[in-house]
C-alpha cells in the first residue's frame, strides 16, 4: 500500500491515466525555452524560460507534462 509517509519530497500520488489507478509519481520541474534563443537579448532571457512541472509515473514510465505551472 501507498502511504504518505513513504513518499519522498520529489513524490506525489496522483491518477494515473495509463494505469487507470492512483500510482506513485516523480515530479520534476524543467525549464525550457520557449524559442529557438537566437534571438534574445540577454536582458530578455528570463522571458524567454517557461518552468515545466513533469509527472512521471513510477508504475508505467509515463510522462506527463504541464506546460506551465499553474498560478491557482
Ligand atoms: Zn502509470
Given at each position: 500500500m501507498t502511504s504518505e509517509r513513504d513518499l519522498s519530497r520529489n513524490e506525489v500520488v496522483r491518477r494515473c491515466e495509463r494505469c487507470e489507478t492512483e500510482t506513485r509519481h516523480e515530479v520534476r520541474i524543467s525549464i525550457e525555452?520557449?524559442?529557438?534563443?537566437?534571438?534574445?537579448a540577454p536582458q530578455n532571457e528570463k522571458y524567454a524560460r517557461s518552468p515545466s512541472r513533469i509527472t512521471v509515473c513510477l508504475a508505467c514510465g509515463s510522462e506527463t507534462r504541464q506546460r506551465r505551472v499553474q498560478h491557482d
Open positions: 525555452r520557449t524559442t529557438d534563443g537566437e534571438d534574445v
